[in-house]
DNA sequence: CGGAATCCTCTTCGATACTG
DNA sequence: CAGTATCGAAGAGGATTCCG
């Protein structure tokens, strides 16, 4: 008899109790580090260790009950890789991966209080790669087909421009144009301090190989301080 | 030295401390009730009591902490109504209505758990009005022009249609083509239960002043179901 | 070493009672 | 009507420990 609604496993949370898509909705997506991992998840599957580290702050107990969580609803699956790696990973479901609507949204609406970094602020590489997603433009992007490859702090990440759709993925590409490594700090220059690709390149804060000409092309695509700016709706 | 941030009144706010829109838009929103409290208001202008009403389980204390928070990080504003009113209401300021997509995006993906109501849901006749501007579809609507009063439960709702778009707010209509009387589960019916406007017209369980017909015309634009199936980006 | 369960403290939530 | 005050219950955060 209180606001309760019991799940699979026994354990219990807190419903809305309306008859809403919104309420219902947030009665599996509202809780605390919910969307930041499903954003993380976004980008390709991950293992416990990677979600934790792209997480800073959530504790291990925390994140082992989301992850139970998310899977009891259907958003996520467990999957074991293929030998030798045999880990585990978490993966989205179809359910899950239909959340990257909301997650642009937020993301647009949420530029407008990103400002600058933080002392304070956790820079995550990932959270750039989902970013990119929501900044897109495909009418600018029309004409463009290329394939990146970014190499960030150990991490590896893809991004593919094609007929006006963008895809991002943690992991190596397929048949790059360009691969190119450089730091969280530089890509965020790049993207959100108007850090001029030359600039970058002849001051060796961006290494490239394949064509030079091809961070142009990427950086050009992309606004990320326009969908700060604007809410974006489409 | 936690991972806070400090506001304007003093109060204290969990921060996920990550450069991300994402995370930065959670950090505002983020937290139980606000966008439900957001969902309520983007059908116009609320008194403490009415939002009160529309949220069932909400203590009133969290309701006032909540207000003043999103007062504080500019997402809604106190006015005072012209006299005889004089009450104060709480309206969505420009930050706050440009939410609109994420209420959108999270209705759309809620969908997919709403099923029936369960006996402990309460059923809220302004959620269904922000619903059918998720559901409403828009090639359909293309050549329809028409506006229409719902009177429910003591409340009263406008939904326009024009030219493709569609608005809703609580109030009374302006130059309604029709003027449709019932109760919230006949709407319910209608839109989620196959009812037909033909039966339901005829049972009375719809009471209209103006052409009959144009139920039918405002069912045709609508489709709950299928924005509960799909993910529907865009 | 990755993947958790446990324990403890602190914050937030929910319900009710109360006040301008 | 529009909130504030209070208090028990639930949830989050952090550290540590346990298991394979």
């Known amino acids: 008899m209180g606001p309760e609604m019991t799940e699979s496993r026994g354990r219990s949370v807190r419903s809305y109790n309306q008859y809403c898509a919104v309420a219902r909705g947030l009665d599996v997506i509202g809780d605390r580090w919910t969307l930041l991992l499903v954003r993380n998840l976004l980008l390709g599957p991950k293992r416990y260790k990677d979600l934790l580290e792209g997480l800073p702050g959530i504790g291990t107990n925390l994140l082992a009950a989301r992850l139970r969580e998310l899977e009891d609803v259907g958003l996520l699956e467990r999957a074991v890789l293929p030998p030798p790696a045999g880990s585990t990973v978490y993966r989205l479901t179809e359910t899950g991966a239909a959340l990257e609507p909301v997650l642009m949204a937020i993301s647009r609406w949420g530029g407008r209080f990103l400002g600058r970094p933080r002392p304070e602020d ?113």
């Open 122 to 234: 956790a820079l995550v590489p990932s959270a750039y790669f989902v970013a990119l997603r929501a900044a897109f433009q495909p009418d600018v992007a029309a004409h463009l087909e290329e394939t990146y490859e970014f190499r960030i702090a150990g991490s590896v990440f893809e991004v593919r421009v094609d007929g006006g759709v963008c895809s991002t993925r943690e992991g190596e590409a397929r048949n790059p144009d360009a691969v190119l490594t450089l730091s969280v700090e530089t890509l965020d220059a790049l993207l959100f301090e108007g850090l001029s690709p030359e600039d970058a390149l002849s001051n060796g804060r961006v290494e490239v190989r394949g064509d030079p000409r091809a961070l142009d092309r990427f950086l050009s695509v992309f606004d990320v301080r326009a969908a700060a700016l604007a809410g974006m709706p489409g």
